[in-house]
């Protein structure tokens, strides 16, 4: 039975594959060697299969390969993109910081000017009041002098009606009429001098009156130029400070704890600009101090922004080429422990790559630390904290104070890692926040 199916199996195989006879010959004889058909199409199947194998080895070798190399280029581009993206925005913060120091000066000089306008108004104010005293004297004067001279015109009709009741006639002897005469002359001539004290006197008045109402043109032009002033003045206030509140409420900070905790802090050199009062005592402060005041509040306000900023960590830890790994929140543990909680956000980067300080601050920890690593804490005003995990070298000691871009260490492998990476932490009151809450809202703003 096998050897007819053997047989049948030959024959089949034989219309294709015929036998073969394969001769060696030698010097002192031949041989052959016989390659029946089955041999024959055992042998070129193992062949075929063999080629198969060979091409869709090569060609998934050669897909791998393709796409590892698209995929680096991808991430090349990324990272090029990202590292333009990140030059583009510090050029910008560069700007809006010149920005705002020109904008400073420019207050400044204005807020000069407007000291120098209130001065000269205070003088020509003073200079006003006592021209409109000297006026009030001599009108008081020239009225008395009038009222005398009237006064002696009624006593000489007396004495005349009175001579003449008692002689009949207003001459009488020699001697009264020369003492008449010589009354009447005095009289005359004190009446002619009256009159030119008092046209001396209202020639003086209308030309202080003249020069009155031309203070008072030029005090009302200086007022409206005041207010153009003061007008710019607090629009440039109110373009500045919003986008520093925007800042710190975008990082989940009160500005209102923030500047009275600043304010406590500072009230020597640096602290609260001082408001314009007055000497003396129960006068109303005019519209223009009370503007004026206004304006120095928001200088102040500015100023402790200002010292509030440099002391929360609106920065960056990392200055060189990297890439977020992981994100703020509920992730999967990449060590295979289910979903935990991802208390910061994790910058990878190149083994040793410097980390800096985000803020000023004084060292509370540095060392090793289970789970992070090599570990650097640093404690901020306001009750912030930073950390800084998995570092390869630390370069600070606990109680040392740094500011802002001071190198703490190096970017490492340490502690509970999966590759080189920094884990940083941003902490206020002792529980952890986004990070990038903080980065983002300087960057909106620098």
Known sequence: ??????????????????????????????????????????????????????????????????????????????????????????????????????????????????????????SSEDGRREMETGIEVIQNTLRRTIKERDEARGENAALTASLQAETGSVRTGEGRADDAAKTVEILSSALSGTAEQRDSMAVAALAAKNETDALAAEKRAME?????????L???MTISMEPLDKMF?????????????????????????????LSTK????????????????????????????????????????????????????????????????????????????????VVTHAGWQSGYGRLVTIKHDFGIETRYAHQSNIRVKVGQRVSRGDRIGDMGNSGRSTGTHLHYEVRIGGKPVNPMTFIKAATDVF
């Open 224 to 232: 409206a130029k005041n207010d153009v002033i003061f007008s710019k």
């Open 1 to 122: 039975m096998l050897k007819r199916l053997s047989y049948r199996i030959n024959g089949f195989v034989g219309r294709y594959f015929p036998e073969q006879r394969l001769f060696l010959k030698s010097d002192s004889d031949t041989r052959y060697i016989r390659l029946p058909p089955l041999t024959q199409a055992v042998a070129v199947t193992g062949a075929a299969l063999f080629l198969g194998w060979t091409i869709l080895a090569t060609s998934i070798l050669l897909m791998e390969s393709i796409s590892a190399g698209s995929g680096r280029d991808q991430a090349q581009r990324q990272q090029s993109l990202y590292e333009a993206r990140l030059n583009a925005l510090s050029a910008d913060r560069d700007l809006r910081a010149e920005e705002a120091a020109r904008a400073q000066e420019r207050f400044n000089l204005a807020l000069k000017e407007v000291s120098d306008m209130q001065g000269r108004l205070l």
């Open 249 to 277: 409420r975008s990082a989940g900070l009160s500005p209102d704890t923030l500047l009275k905790s600043v304010k406590r802090g500072y009230s020597g050199q640096g602290g609260p600009l001082s408001p314009f009062s």
């Open 234 to 236: 607090e629009e440039a």
């Open 282 to 361: 129960n006068q109303v402060l005019s519209n223009d101090e009370i503007r004026a005041n206004a304006i120095l509040q928001g200088l102040d306000r500015m100023n402790l922004y200002q010292l509030a900023a440099a002391k929360a960590p609106f920065a960056i830890p990392i200055k060189t080429a990297f890439r977020f790994t992981s994100g703020f929140g509920y992730r999967r543990d990449p060590k295979g422990a289910g979903t935990r909680m991802h208390a910061g956000t994790d910058f990878a980067g190149a083994y040793g790559s410097p980390i800096y300080a985000t803020a000023d601050g």
